[in-house]
């Protein structure tokens, strides 16, 4: 009788044990299928951050974001209130499609001479200048015309270009013209928003608040339309040095703060482990990034991530916001008040953009661009 019934208590014991065993398993595949549906992915563990929690300041968001820059050097801004990357995607369609008269018209003083625009407007397709291929669309944050000072040296000229006005384009349809002048102003206020959100996480973590001064007047800012077409021919610069893939943009670092917007296009390939990995594309929100400027006066912290864009079987088009320290900023010390790299040839940031950017944009810019 008792052997009996110990004998039934085991058997009810194992019995418990093994559905215990059955049902941790159940757990276990649904959990491994809820996390199947996403493939796995190297950048899976990079941070999304929700756009109300950056702008407002919320500091459960820096320790994220800090990690994030330190291992990847990007992480997205996504939950946009009011944000529609389908409305700007559209109208930049809108605005390549338009006939080559309307936009030769806003087109800078390099392709039209008969403009004054050195850096804002559109910038025609060029080929064979390098690696680039692409066609551009340049607006900055202003809307007045800025004191021009015939006197002026170059760094002055450069200061006055920085702050060049804008231009727009004027079709026969005025709904367009306003809607287009809208959607890319509030688009640029937006990245705005997220690049100070971002300066001001920064400085927190690296117990640096003064670091947002030196973006005060960020007048060298840009948001930059871009259509890369798909090329007819290849050249050997297209080519990487480092795995042979051919690319529509070669491997660089950015300089600033850069908010990307790659809308569903494939093709952005990030450094990570001595490979370069799929960027997953930014859709409805963000991806944002640091360049080696800031690494430096961060005292290289957080990381400059080096990026690269495959060539894409089909037309691709982009969004990358630049935005940028104030021009009298001091470049030459860092946060923590050691020389930087940049501080050995420069003090403020312009004198370091006089020479950066014929680099960057040698499809836009003449060599002596701040001749006009
Ligand atoms: C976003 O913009 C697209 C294209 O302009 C439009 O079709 C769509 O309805 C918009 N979505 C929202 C949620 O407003
Ligand atoms: C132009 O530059 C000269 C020399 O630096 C200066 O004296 C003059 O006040 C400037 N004019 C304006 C309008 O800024």
């Known amino acids: 009788m008792i052997t009996v019934m110990s004998c039934g208590r085991v058997l009810f014991g194992v019995l418990i044990a093994i559905i215990s065993f059955y049902i941790s398993q159940i757990y276990d595949l649904n959990y491994f299928r809820l996390i199947g549906t996403h493939p796995k992915h190297d950048f899976d563990n990079v941070a999304r951050i929700p756009y109300t929690d950056l702008v407002r300041d919320d500091v459960t968001v820096d320790p994220l974001i800090l990690t994030s820059m330190e291992l990847y050097g990007f992480f997205y801004v996504y939950e946009i209130p009011g944000y529609n990357s389908s409305e700007e995607l559209d109208y930049l369609k809108q605005f390549f499609d338009l006939s080559e008269t309307v936009k030769m018209k806003l087109a800078v003083n390099k392709h039209n001479t008969n403009n004054v625009n050195v850096y804002r407007g559109y910038g025609p397709l060029v080929k064979n200048v390098g690696s680039q291929y692409k066609e551009l669309f340049n607006i900055g944050p202003h809307e007045t015309t800025p004191v021009y000072n015939s006197t002026d040296n170059v760094l002055d000229k450069l200061r006055t270009l920085s702050k060049e006005r804008n231009v727009w384009p004027v079709t026969q349809n005025n709904h367009f013209d306003e809607e287009f002048k809208r959607v890319f102003t509030s688009g640029f206020n937006l990245r705005r928003n997220i690049a100070t959100g971002v300066i001001r996480s920064i400085a927190r973590s690296l117990e640096h608040p003064q670091l947002i001064e030196r973006f005060t007047e960020h007048e060298f800012s840009t948001l930059g ?148």
């Open 225 to 372: 339309l871009r259509k890369y077409p798909v090329r007819t021919s290849v050249n050997k610069n297209m080519y990487s040095r480092f795995d042979k893939t051919t690319l529509s943009e070669l491997e660089h670092e950015d300089s600033t703060v850069t908010i990307l917007a790659t809308f569903s296009n494939p093709g952005l390939q990030a450094l990570y482990e001595n490979s370069y990995r799929d960027v997953p594309p930014s859709r409805n929100g963000f991806i944002v990034n640091i360049g080696t400027l800031i690494e430096d006066i961060t005292d290289n912290i957080i990381m400059a991530v080096r990026h690269r864009v495959k060539q894409i079987d089909h037309v691709r088009y982009s969004i990358p916001y630049f935005f940028n320290p104030s021009f009298d900023a001091d470049i030459s010390t860092s946060i923590s008040g050691r020389k930087t790299k940049a501080g050995e040839k420069y003090k403020i940031f312009g004198e370091w953009m006089k020479d950066y950017l014929p680099i960057v944009e040698p499809a836009l810019l003449k060599d002596k661009f701040t001749d006009v």
